[in-house]
T-cell receptor, first 115, second 115 residues
Framework: AQSVTQLDSHVSVSEGTPVLLRCNYSSSYSPSLFWYVQHPNKGLQLLLKYTSAATLVKGINGFEAEFKKSETSFHLTKPSAHMSDAAEYFCVVSDRGFGNEKLTFGTGTRLTIIP | KAGVTQTPRYLIKTRGQQVTLSCSPISGHRSVSWYQQTPGQGLQFLFEYFSETQRNKGNFPGRFSGRQFSNSRSEMNVSTLELGDSALYLC??????????????FGPGTRLTVL
């Protein structure tokens, strides 16, 4: 069975400071990992995805995440927060392969940006 | 290319009624998944359809059902509505042939309120 744990339900950072959103995963097989963002009253947008090609994954809007198999972690980072980054962020895991379209979501981390 | 569309965007029903939600996937996508999002339970997988067949199913009662048409459009139905069915229902589509990872594209959701 697959699962993800987002270690912080709420993170607050000042504008211009680094962002760190933490995620640990559990998967029986080689997983696919994603970070999605959800702005208020909006659908989910994919920030970045992990394949087996590279452990450091770069996404949109300056976000990146590093896959660490030994730590079963996939933390999301951004060097400098912007006001527009305020949103809910979801770490997501899926077993890789055809027929495994089921996504398992973490409980989400609400990111607040302080002006 | 148009994104995933969901209709209606908002719906108000009363207990005991039934409801049908519609999802049109991105052109060329043949897999459609449905998710329920509530403040208490977060994002939970309902089911996934591929080539008009339900291929994966989450842990929801039989009141929740779905189907997929030959053009890949999908509908989900909830019968005998309960107050707890109030939620944002999200539809996602994907290209299931990308076995390396299963990126899903989400629609804006249908907000269902049960009174």
């Amino acid at each position: 069975a697959q699962s993800v744990t987002q270690l912080d339900s709420h993170v607050s950072v000042s504008e211009g400071t680094p962002v760190l959103l933490r995620c640990n995963y559990s998967s029986s097989y080689s997983p696919s990992l994603f970070w999605y963002v959800q702005h208020p009253n909006k659908g989910l947008q994919l920030l970045l995805k992990y394949t087996s090609a590279a452990t450091l994954v770069k996404g949109i809007n300056g976000f990146e995440a590093e896959f660490k198999k030994s730590e079963t972690s996939f933390h999301l980072t951004k060097p400098s927060a912007h006001m527009s980054d305020a949103a809910e962020y979801f770490c997501v895991v899926s077993d890789r392969g055809f027929g495994n379209e089921k996504l398992t979501f973490g409980t989400g981390t609400r990111l607040t940006i302080i002006p | 290319k148009a994104g995933v569309t969901q209709t209606p965007r908002y719906l108000i029903k009363t207990r005991g009624q039934q409801v049908t939600l519609s999802c049109s996937p991105i052109s060329g996508h043949r897999s459609v998944s449905w998710y329920q999002q509530t403040p208490g339970q977060g994002l939970q997988f309902l089911f996934e359809y591929f080539s008009e067949t339900q291929r994966n199913k989450g842990n929801f009662p039989g009141r929740f059902s779905g189907r997929q048409f030959s053009n890949s459009r999908s509908e989900m139905n909830v019968s005998t509505l309960e107050l707890g069915d109030s939620a944002l229902y999200l539809c996602a589509s994907s290209l299931p042939y990308l076995a390396e990872y299963n990126e899903q594209f989400f629609g804006p959701g249908t907000r269902l309120t049960v009174l």
